[in-house]
């Protein structure tokens, strides 16, 4: 099964895998979906060309793998969504 980071939604409570069909047609294992945790936006920042979110975490968050929250809270499934964003809303610090 994968490994998350501690500060993963997905570590605690933990959470139950279940079977399922892929369209190949293998048994995988898979993780429900918890809710995404209440955030408050603390700002906004206006990203420069070329800024990547996780380095934007680092920064802003104070940790490189909290890229995911600020993905989030800013309603995108996946990071890369955020490129053409003009101004992101900012979690806080800590959770």
Do not use: C
């Not at 995911?68 to 490129?83: H, K, Q, S, V, Y």
């Amino acid at each position: 099964m994968a490994v998350f980071d501690p500060k993963s939604r997905y570590v605690s409570p933990p959470l139950e895998p279940y079977a399922v069909t892929d369209r190949r047609g293998r048994t995988v294992m898979a993780l429900p979906m918890p809710e995404p945790p209440v955030d408050q936006s603390v700002g906004r920042y206006l990203p420069k060309q070329g800024q990547r979110l996780d380095h934007l975490a680092a920064a802003l968050v104070l940790d490189p793998f909290g890229y995911w929250r600020i993905a989030e809270l800013n309603g995108a499934l996946l990071p890369d969504a955020l490129d053409e964003e003009e101004r992101l809303m900012i979690p806080p610090v800590t959770r």
